[in-house]
């Protein structure tokens, strides 16, 4: 799966700045979601692997990056040639493997942070106009990230301590507990996420800290607290 | 037998020698281990903030989490103990303001831990029983960038002060290593490296060696030994606090005893057994 991990890397697609691939990468979706010829669509792979190949990772962590959304998008086509014909699904699955390849080529070329970044000074027009809090919406995307191998590991861990107990794969036994999981995790990370000071300081407070320490600023410094905790 | 405002004044212990000249750390140092633990030692000046409990209640989902605790915490490391339940990790998250009092009043070195949590957050860093409720970049130098971006600190700062604290804990070489694919012990020291990189005066610790094998929790004692930031730990692991400068046992919300670790630990067993 599409753990959204990039590294840093010396390849000409890690070299290219993060705004300037996700830009390309929104280009790209909108231009495949137009195109419904499917030979067009076909012409569009080889270039996607070819991004794919230009990211300088070996094949088998390619393949691992694909194999979960790769299955996701055979079902896709499954339930457009069982509901709809044999065109639309051949359409659909052709754009979405070209997408997925180009997207991949951009995960795994662009750090996590690289992303954030991007992300919140893509959406600070619309933060400066009290529309959206653009560093909550990075942090979230974030998040996504940084997580979904642990859900992956919550998973493992309640189907082990299920099997023990002599219960077979159920996916409502399932869902429960890992609901609950997450739920208690989610307040956990909040707190966490207070603890470290998020949200960070609004641009017109910013300030280059110092303290007698070479520490933390000093509290003078600090704006007051923005937060209520309950 | 609650000792109320009663401040202990006592001079700071003196700086333990480097720790790969002690004994143990030379038998457990395994090959993988960058030997460059030493720098924990570094000779910063220690410091502490003096944090004032005046009879502080906290009530959470209708039960009383803490009771009329008065206390001024200003030693350099400070134990806490007790049973489940008995509100030692309530009063430690009531410093940083993750918990509102219900009655009286926190400050740290006279900032309200309410009305200035930003500020006392500033210089008071918390390190939670599980690192990866904590860390929240998938990458570790990007997790450590997290907490001193919040901060206010520029690039170039942020920068800098990554690379040494992660050098500080002897794991220069994490930066760039994926959290998913790090141990329980190593993410407990990214997630201790965030709270340093920081420069906190204070440190604290809600029971860090619960989910670490022996080896990492003897690390940990040897970083919370040597290390000039104020400590406050609460902890199951009596052993860890066997020679902090005090050692505090609450019990249902409340101070019962309040001492020198040996004495304080055994007022504890006593209750809990």
New interface residues.
Partial sequence: MI???G??GTTLLHRLPAGGKLAGLAIVATLLFFVSNPALLAAALPFGAAAMLATGRPPAVLLHQIAVPAITIALVGLADLLLVDAETALVVVLRLAALLAFAVAVTLTT???ELADTFERALAPFDRAGLVDAPRAA?TL??A??FV??VGQEIAAIREAQAVRGLAANPVALAVPLIVRILV?AE??A???????????RPD?????T?P?????S?SQ??????D?? | MERGCLTLVRPLPKQSPPLLTRGRREVEMSPSEPPDDRRATNDRPMVAQTIVFSEVDVVREGRSALEAVSLTLAEHRIGIVGLNGSGKSTLLKAIVGLVRPTGGRITVDGRDAIAEARAVRATTGFLFQDPDNQIVFPIVAEDLAFGLKNHGFDRRETAARVAAALDRLGIGGFAKRRIHELSGGEKQLVALAGVLALGPKTVLFDEPTSQLDLRNRNRLEDVLRVMPEQAIVVAHDLELLADFDRVIVMEAGRVVADDRPARALAVYRERAA
Avoid: N, Y
């Fill in positions: 753990d959204g991990i590294e840093t750090t996590s942070a942090l974030t998040l990230i940084r191998p642990l995790r956990r990370v707190e966490a996420i207070d603890a470290r000071g998020f949200p960070p300081p407070r910013s300030r280059s800290p303290s320490m070479g520490g933390a600023p509290p600090m704006p007051g607290d923005l937060h905790h309950p």
